[in-house]
């Protein structure tokens, strides 16, 4: 099962339509991290330490950190935003099935999914 972690500002219509679609996924607020003002990158680290990855509409800060740590991350979903939530956690999760026909693993990569 693939693991996912979404930062704080991921909606939570989201997670429920991605754990419909079977996926296990962690949030800020469950993991007790909300309302902190926990840089990007410490937020990074714990998707990391948790074998986890990070799922974000973050996209510009996140892409940022990808290219500064040099891929040392269990991996970055960038995500538009899309108030038709049931429609991104369907496009991140064709993503990732995609991704996943090519590769094992998502350590490192940054895979960016549009609203389209």
Known sequence: MIRLYTNENFPK???IALRTLGYDVLTVQEAGNAHQRIPDDE???FAKQTKRILVT???KDFM????KLHGNHSGIIVCTEDI???RLASNIDKA???FFRSAATLDG???KVYKG
Not at 64 to 67: D, F, I, P, W
Request: a positive charge; proline letters at 0%.
């Open 96 to 98: 990732l099935k995609d």
């Open 84 to 86: 038709d939530f049931k």
């Open 43 to 45: 937020v990074l680290a």
């Open 13 to 15: 219509e989201t997670v």
């Open 109 to 111: 990569q940054l895979l």
């Open 57 to 59: 509409i973050n996209r």
């Open 64 to 67: 940022l950190l990808h290219k």
